[in-house]
């Protein structure tokens, strides 16, 4: 990146780190992202590529560090609505339609008055694809099923995440 673009998209970071309150969160989100921009410089990949959900997952499997996706991500949004790059990082369509089961719940859900629905069609909708692509049936469901389902999907998330999205998936199941 030339320098002046680099200095430009340096402010753009700072200006976005400070909208971070959580001292430690801002300590962390900087470290995750001076390592991205690293990345993204040794790859020579150019600033409008950089936020695409290719280079983000090849980020993850770089492994420099845990739980990378919620600053990378919040950096693109910034920078987007600042119309610096074109476009967001487009995140998995979780509002797709589910099976009959999977939409009752979330119909049950609504009218409990519990809210969180949004967050619990996240789930279930990762839950969904596994078991597609796992060739299992829901009625045909182990707790083995579960673990193996939990193994490959919690591991980006933040610990307390991991409890709460396990609560969201026991209280469907």
Known sequence: MPAKKEAVFEEAVRCYLQGVKD??????YEEVLGDFVAFATDRKIPRDEMFTPE??????????????????IGLC????????????IVQPNYQQRLPPIYEEYLAW????????TTLIRRVL?????????????ITSLKIE????????????????TCRLYRALLRGFL
């Open 109 to 116: 859900i609504e009218r409990k008055g519990h809210g969180g």
């Open 55 to 72: 280079t983000l997952q090849d980020f993850q499997k770089a492994g420099r560090r845990p739980r990378v996706r919620a600053p990378v």
């Open 145 to 160: 099923h579960i673990d193996a389902f939990l193994a490959e999907f919690l591991p980006p998330f933040a610990p307390t």
């Open 23 to 28: 001292r430690k969160r801002r300590t962390y």
């Open 77 to 88: 949004s910034h920078l987007f609505h600042r119309k610096r790059i074109r476009q967001p």
């Open 125 to 137: 909708c990762s839950f969904h694809r596994y078991l597609v692509r796992s060739a299992i049936e």
